[in-house]
């Protein structure tokens, strides 16, 4: 009497079906498991909702500077891009703060010595409740360049100012070459000035 060959018994191999299946599951799932892990081993920063020409804090040098559109304390609107052609030093400071004050007699000083070769400096005021101090505190003080009220957006887009003094030195093209946190030495600033200069 002939045995009758079972359904799950393939001719070729001598594999069930069930355990054909299971090699193939296994397979598929061994497949997207190597996926998931090539996919997660680079160290690129986590992508999220930043605002347009938002600069992190790693690369706030050889990056185009993002331009604003922002309200001088004398009323008009100073438009960043309108400067390109100049080297231009952005100091975000307020006035409540100590080493804001201190270092702006050396941004005063550099204006004076650099203005008339094509160095330009904006005082970027983060002033909320002392808003209304800002031009009384740029005529005791004498400040001799063009400061602008910041807000949240601008901020956003230098990376987010994080403490003040920040400041960013851009080149003549526009694009960021150095940034520095806290209060420098004039030195610091002059010495890129100098050089972006060509003086």
Known sequence: MTQKKSNNKIKAGGLSKRQRSWIYT???IGV???LFVINNMGNEPEQGPYPPNYVPAAQRTSAQAPDFSLPTTDGKILKLSSLKGKVVIIDFWATWCPPCRKGIPDLIELKKKYGSKGLEIVGVSVDTDTKNQVVGFIKDKGINYPVVYGN??????YGGIEAIPTTFIIDKQGKIVASYQGLMPAL???NHVRKLLGS
């Open 26 to 28: 296994g397979f598929f």
């Open 32 to 34: 997207i498991v190597l």
């Open 152 to 157: 949240q957006n601008v901020t956003e887009l």
């Open 188 to 190: 610091t600033y002059e």
